[in-house]
């Protein structure tokens, strides 16, 4: 769901001090947020046999014999996933939302100019029909206001493809294609449009995970040590240190750079190129220091 809404995270496994209570380990989905802190999108928490010991939650396997169960949990973050898509995704413009949750992906605006009203409207009537039977949720504006207006509007509601359709689109059996990630435009025949669209929305997508992966690649500062970590947060970044893994040195990071351990990644590998960046001693892991929500 994420990839598909073009968000960028990383997957952190939280320390044993900022676990949830009574899970084995505790692992999180933390999104970037312009302004510096992470946003937490999801969250899944392997409980073991904690909880099923605790209230006797029991299975008969193959032999006969009774088990506690192991048990997991997990939260999905409806309102902060929207919030991310929102910070992640929006601009000057308004919003630009993914086509998998647009409520609206497609905007038809006719541009008629005086004697093609009639013409103009017909066609883009046509169009609409073209685009709804392929299964895209479509609205034609058809209000009396200014093309500019229109766009203005459609856009900063972050609708992802607007579809102009003007006297030179009805004579050449064209249409023109919008993107609302990056504004360009682009004039296909009207018999491809649905295609043309389709393809289109493949591409915002792919383009708005690039986009958000490349701002968290830049949005993480490496902090060889506490100063330059503290710098980093400031400066509303993403710190990356290397971690003895105590807890008092855990708190001294959240004292001294105002930022606080959210955990090491757990795709991909990391070893300590560095001792701990608060008492010196070797470092057990890098992890990821941030201010959050």
């Known amino acids: 769901v994420f990839r598909d809404l073009g968000l960028s995270y990383y997957i952190l496994k939280r320390p044993d001090f900022d676990k949830f209570p009574g899970a084995a380990y505790s692992i999180a989905f933390d999104a970037w947020n312009p302004d510096g802190r992470i946003n937490q999108i999801g969250t899944v928490h ?17 032999e006969g014999r009774q088990r506690h169960v192991v048990q997991t949990c997990y939260g999905f973050g409806i309102s902060r996933t929207l919030a991310a898509v929102i910070s992640q995704h929006g601009d000057d413009h308004g919003l630009v939302l993914p086509p998998e949750i647009a409520p609206i992906q497609v905007v038809i605006v006719p541009i008629p100019y005086k004697g093609s009203e009639t013409e103009v409207e017909k066609y883009a009537g046509k169009v609409y029909s073209r685009l709804d039977e392929a299964g895209m949720r479509v609205h034609l504006d058809m209000t009396d206001k200014t093309p500019g207006e229109k766009y203005y509007y459609w856009e900063m509601f972050g609708v992802p493809v607007r579809v102009e359709v003007g006297p030179r689109d009805v ?4 249409v023109t294609i919008c993107e609302r990630v990056n504004l360009k435009r682009r ?3 009207l018999d491809e449009a649905a295609e043309a669209v389709k393809e289109t929305f493949e591409r915002i997508e792919r383009e ?3 986009r958000s992966r490349s701002v968290l690649e830049r949005m993480t500062v490496d902090a060889p040590d506490i100063e330059s970590l503290g710098k980093a947060i400031k400066a509303r970044r993403i710190g990356r ?3 003895c893994g105590g807890i008092d040195c855990a708190e001294r990071i ?3 750079s105002g930022g606080e351990i959210r955990g090491r990644r757990i795709d991909v590998e990391e070893k300590p190129e ?3 960046i608060v008492c010196g001693r070797e470092a057990e892991m890098v992890v990821y220091v941030a201010r959050a929500y």
């Open 241 to 243: 240190a290397c971690w």
């Open 171 to 174: 004579e050449a059996g064209q």
């Open 208 to 210: 708005l995970i690039e």
């Open 274 to 276: 560095r001792p701990c």
């Open 187 to 189: 004039s296909v025949a």
């Open 254 to 256: 959240r004292e001294e």
């Open 46 to 62: 392997n409980l073991g046999e904690n909880f099923s010991r605790a209230f006797e939650i029991k299975y008969e396997d193959a």
